[in-house]
């Protein structure tokens, strides 16, 4: 199969390699041209333009784009507008809003799916959980590449109809707020508590069969091997909360009580300093998604 991918950043190069690996063929496009050039490294052949994207693509068009959510979501599909057909099949792998998605669906040509990803950069590796929305027949199309992007057959499912996506991953993302609010929540207090503990091996002991182990705490562990029990410079700025705003504001629409993602969200937003969850919340975004872990000023 042949796909093309628009956005080579942290999540879209990881899309190229995979399929690559898979033995697909990737036309690659970025407004980065180091991006652009990091693909053609890869084996992918390189674009220019979206325009020049397309007209590397055969004519059943297989596009997958992995911009930032928002406007250059739509900046991207306005490009692509004149070209596509109902043939032709456009995933969205980012963050986008599921109304958003919903909306772009009935507004393009093409068959529109919106793809929910989890797995973070470590998906390099491991793939990604993919939650996908939109036409049966075109998620049975691209089974092959969703198949190389996931952990593999089982590591992706078709949620059902326009939206349903990116709505699966919305909650997700809620979901992911109020753990790490919990695990912050209770290294605050082993951290301050009675005892002088070290939270790397509690982090570890807790990871080795404990009821609470999971992929968050494996990175908590990361987090204190790295930085130290105190978490030594990391601030207690946590970035993002778009996504668990959707959240709690779908959960107000359809009054449905969500106190500790509300809660979790609410301490994004709160500006109490010194917070020692919200400094393990900093970090541990860098370990699932690279993002950049705030610094104490020296
Ligand atoms: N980083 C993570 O852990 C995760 C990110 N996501 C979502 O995946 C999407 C991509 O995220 P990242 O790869 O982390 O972002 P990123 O910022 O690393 O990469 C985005 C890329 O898109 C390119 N770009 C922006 N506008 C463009 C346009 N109009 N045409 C072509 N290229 C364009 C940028 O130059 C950049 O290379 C976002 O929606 C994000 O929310 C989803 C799950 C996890
Ligand atoms: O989707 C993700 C992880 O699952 C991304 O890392 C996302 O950026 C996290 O959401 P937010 O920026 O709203 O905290």
Redesign the pocket.
């Known amino acids: 199969m042949q796909l093309g991918v628009?956005?080579?950043?942290?999540?879209?190069a990881i899309v190229v390699d995979r399929v690559l690996d898979a033995g697909h063929d990737v036309v690659a496009?970025?407004?980065?041209d180091d991006?652009v050039a990091a693909a053609a490294d890869a084996g992918a052949t390189p674009a220019d333009s979206i325009e020049d994207l397309v007209g590397k693509l055969g004519d059943e068009k297989r596009i997958w784009l992995?911009?930032?959510?928002g406007p250059?979501v739509d900046?991207?599909l306005d490009d692509l507008e004149d070209v596509l057909d109902a043939d032709d099949i456009v995933v969205d792998?980012?963050?986008s809003h599921f109304e958003d998605s919903v909306r772009r669906a009935e507004s393009t040509e093409a068959a529109y799916l919106d793809c929910g990803?989890?797995g973070?950069?470590a998906g390099a590796e491991l793939g990604f959980s993919l939650m996908i929305g939109g036409p049966e027949w075109a998620y049975d199309e691209l089974t092959p590449v969703f198949d190389a992007v996931a952990t593999g057959p089982a590591g992706h499912d078709r949620m059902g109809a326009a939206g349903s996506g990116h709505y699966v991953k919305m909650v997700h993302n809620g979901v992911e707020y109020a753990l790490m609010q919990a695990y912050g929540e209770g290294f605050e207090l082993l951290a301050e508590g009675r005892y002088d503990l070290d939270l790397e091996a509690v982090a570890r002991t807790w990871n080795n069969g404990a009821v609470i182990r999971s992929w968050l705490l494996e990175l908590c562990e990361e987090a204190f091997r790295e930085e130290g029990s105190d978490l030594g410079d990391v601030d207690d700025h946590v970035a993002g909360g778009s996504t668990g705003t959707w959240t709690v504001q779908e959960a107000l629409e359809q009054e449905i009580s969500l106190p500790l993602i509300y809660q979790a969200l609410a301490e994004r937003f709160a500006s109490r300093d010194e917070r020692f969850s919200r400094r393990l919340a900093n970090r541990l975004r860098y370990g699932?998604?690279?993002h950049e872990v705030a610094r104490k000023e020296e």
């Open positions: 628009i956005g080579l950043g942290r999540m879209g496009f970025d407004l980065d991006a992995m911009v930032p959510a250059a900046a991207a792998g980012g963050n990803t989890s973070g950069p699932f998604g690279r």
